[in-house]
């Protein structure tokens, strides 16, 4: 087990998630709320995918199928040199190799403000390798 840098919890409208650092890699894990908001939303679009009639079904389900493991990969170990982090006040903007997380990550902007610093430490340190 890697040790862990900090937390940072993380609100958005899909529910609330936390944001670990170890050395190495940045995890999301969602809470229940948060994964159950996205796992309804991929259900909801494979049932319309199947509805879609001929080519615009078939292109529907590739796309639910794309989105379904872009989740997947949210929820996996990021290593830190391919993670982009940008802090907004509140806000924290997330990019995750070539996955963009969006900025609808709401956090406590003195706890974000510590995330940051202890982030791009552990970035640069990795860098310099």
Not at 64 to 73: D, G, H, I, Q, T
Not at 94 to 101: C, D, H, Q, S, V
């Amino acid at each position: 087990m890697v040790p862990e840098l900090h937390r940072l919890e993380a609100c958005s409208l899909k529910g609330k998630a936390t944001l670990v650092l170890t050395d190495t890699h940045l995890v999301l894990e969602p809470d229940a709320a948060f994964r159950a908001e996205v796992e309804g939303a991929l259900e909801k679009g494979r049932e319309g995918a199947e509805k879609a009639p001929g080519v615009i079904g078939w292109i529907a389900e590739k796309a639910v199928n794309l989105a379904s493991r872009a989740v997947e990969k949210y929820f996996q170990p990021h290593p830190l040199t391919e993670v982009e982090l940008l802090l907004k006040h509140d806000r924290v903007d997330i990019k995750l190799g070539r996955l963009n997380m969006g900025s609808d990550l709401k956090v406590d902007p003195t706890e974000a403000f510590i995330f940051d610093a202890k982030f791009r430490d552990a970035r640069e340190a990795l860098m310099k390798k």
